[in-house]
């Protein structure tokens, strides 16, 4: 397996003026160049991957942007434009009456090589979904599954090209796509309309797409997915629980409603009697999360990794990476109850006010989690006035002063395995028996109850403030009754208001 990269560095470093083009080509680390920031008034800069640098003492003038925009195509709705045949990407700041003063010149790579560690998912034929934070190669590897679609499975690839970032500016795509055809976009709020235009008029076998992000977009995928068509995509969000706590894009991994169950049937699954549950098949079969340029998660199947997560369980995880031979490294990690999650050495005693020491472990995460489930924090700095310690697993192990104090102290120790929501959720479930749903259950059953209000005449029902993930949660439930829903107000007052 080996890693190829081509850049059309020339290309990019021919349309800047001549004194910058010419000290970037004495760099020696030229050939790593990730962008060029030309600001009206301001010192121009280059960014590399580990540094950055002046360009020049003189501040950029109009007369270097406009050098520039003479040489490259025509800005779109987006702001962004290219150079033709090319994959590089210039994006433009506006001031108020619409002249651009400043640019961003990002270099356009193809990096063939990089679909390697998840090319057996494509061959499947299953619909794929990539996730993972800005820069992290989303774009890359897409390029690469449609090229491979193309030339190594010989299927009728369609890319839907909304900014020209897949296949480069011009009307001729680039060679890093293969014999994929690639349909542009004019304008972003279209996508969702090519997409369908696409699969209409075109007989693909395969799409691939960039940047899910809106409603209409998500509903063409379901609609691309229902008739066949594999559909290789990237969307907003940097994990599985990222997309599922999105209201616009939960419908990709098969939407998150609100069930009532009866007594009996509560009894026996061992709930509350409102739960969350997923409504439909998922539109991707797999979600990849690109955690770094040679590391992958993978949920070969969502539905069962949504419904682990809806239920408080650990999600059933494949973890790839590329070693330094660039061979294929792969990890299964086991799915195991969710009692063995937390390791507890001693029980709390019930109805104690809990005061948390914590040691090792994410405050932030810790308390993010809490504040989802509406349970109110009580963390200590000073040991001695603490009556749960909260520990990883890592340090518990090492046996540091800090554990063995609380153990002399006979303060019942929580273990945390690992920093995951689910696990922290499933730890403060143990720790706080009483609060572990009631106020989530309070908070959906307020929005039902608006909702009832709504559809028998009122005109509009604020709801309690309440957290992030809630407010998702009973937008949900308006948007589940075809009502509007929004939210108002500032944290910790902000709540949902429901209305026709």
Not at 96 to 106: A, H
Not at 398 to 424: G, H
Request: hydrophobic content about 40%.
């Amino acid at each position: 397996m080996q890693k190829v990269i081509t850049d059309d560095l020339d290309a990019l470093l021919s349309i800047l003026p001549p004194q910058i083009r010419q000290l970037l080509i004495e760099q020696e680390d030229a050939r790593e160049l990730l962008e060029v920031i030309l600001d009206l008034g301001r010192t121009p800069e280059a960014r590399f991957p580990h540094r950055e640098m002046a360009l020049s003492a003189k501040e950029v003038d109009q007369a270097d942007i406009d050098y520039i925009t003479a040489r490259i195509g025509i800005f779109g709705d987006d702001n962004r434009a290219g150079i033709e045949r090319t994959l590089h990407r210039i994006s433009a700041f506006r001031n108020r009456k619409g002249r651009i003063v400043g640019l961003t010149c990002r270099v356009g790579r193809a990096v063939y090589g990089t679909v390697d560690i998840i090319k057996d998912l494509i061959d499947s034929g299953k619909s794929v979904m990539l996730l993972g934070r800005p820069g992290v190669g989303k774009t890359t590897m897409l390029r690469e599954v449609a090229r491979v679609l193309a030339d190594d499975l010989k299927k009728r690839v369609i890319v839907v090209d909304t900014s020209n970032e897949i296949a480069g500016d011009g009307d001729i795509p680039h060679p890093a796509i293969g014999h994929a055809r690639r349909m542009q976009v004019s304008t972003p709020t279209m996508q969702h309309a090519v997409m369908i235009e696409a699969v209409e008029n075109h007989m693909p076998e395969a799409i691939v797409i960039d940047e899910i992000g809106t409603e209409l977009e998500t509903q063409a995928a379901r609609t691309i997915a229902e008739r066949g068509v594999q559909l290789v995509g990237t969307a907003h969000g940097n994990t599985l629980e990222n997309l599922m706590m999105n209201p616009t894009l939960a419908d990709l991994v098969g939407g998150i409603q609100t069930v009532t169950l009866g007594d009996e049937e509560a009894r026996r699954r061992g709930t509350q009697k409102s739960i969350l549950e997923r409504m439909a098949p998922p539109t991707f079969d797999i979600v990849v999360e690109i955690q770094d340029w040679d590391k992958v998660a993978i949920h070969p199947d969502v539905s069962e990794a949504v419904d682990s997560i809806l239920r408080g369980q650990n999600i059933p995880t494949e973890v790839r990476w590329l070693d330094e031979n660039r061979e294929v490294r792969i990890e299964k990690v086991v799915t195991t109850a969710p009692s063995r999650e937390t390791v507890i050495t001693k029980p709390t005693a019930k109805g104690s006010t809990q005061k948390l020491y914590l040691f090792g472990v994410n405050r932030g995460r810790i308390e993010q989690m809490a504040g989802e489930m509406g349970i109110t924090l009580d963390i200590v700095e000073n040991l001695k006035k603490a009556n749960v310690f909260i520990t990883s697993k890592s340090y518990f192990r090492r046996r540091l002063p800090k554990v063995r104090d609380a153990e002399a102290a006979n303060i019942p120790i929580y273990v945390l395995k690992s920093s995951t929501p689910p696990q922290i959720k499933q730890m403060l479930r143990s720790i706080f028996p009483e609060e572990k749903t009631d106020s989530l259950n309070r908070a959906l059953v307020e929005a039902e109850q608006a909702v009832d209000k709504v559809m028998n005449g009122e005109e509009g029902v604020e709801l309690s403030p309440q957290s992030a993930y809630i407010r998702r949660l009973q937008h949900l439930v308006a948007e589940r009754s075809s009502l509007s829903s929004q939210s108002l107000g500032r944290e910790p007052n902000r709540r949902v208001r429901i209305y026709k």
